[in-house]
């Protein structure tokens, strides 16, 4: 290999590891973000509260969809 494409490799090594430093800051930053937001350290935790939270919308979605139809009728029959 030529000098030059080792100086090519040490920058391409250099900036693979710029990037992993960038990318494991954004990954702590986001962990932090779930820890602090929905108190859940892991990703398990976080799908099971993420699977939680959508029944709970659902549940809702379902009465919202309820309340409405009964405020129809009450409307449509005065």
Request: hydrophobic content about 30%.
């Amino acid at each position: 290999m030529t000098e030059q494409g080792l100086l090519d490799l040490k920058q391409e090594i250099n900036e693979a590891k710029d990037k992993s430093t960038k990318l494991q800051g954004r990954k702590d930053l986001l962990v932090e973000q779930l820890k602090e937001k929905y108190n859940v350290t892991t990703l398990k935790q976080a799908k099971e509260k993420l699977k939680k939270m959508e029944q709970s919308l659902e549940t809702l979605h379902v009465q919202i969809e309820d309340a409405t139809e009964k405020l129809e009728e009450k409307l449509n029959v005065e």
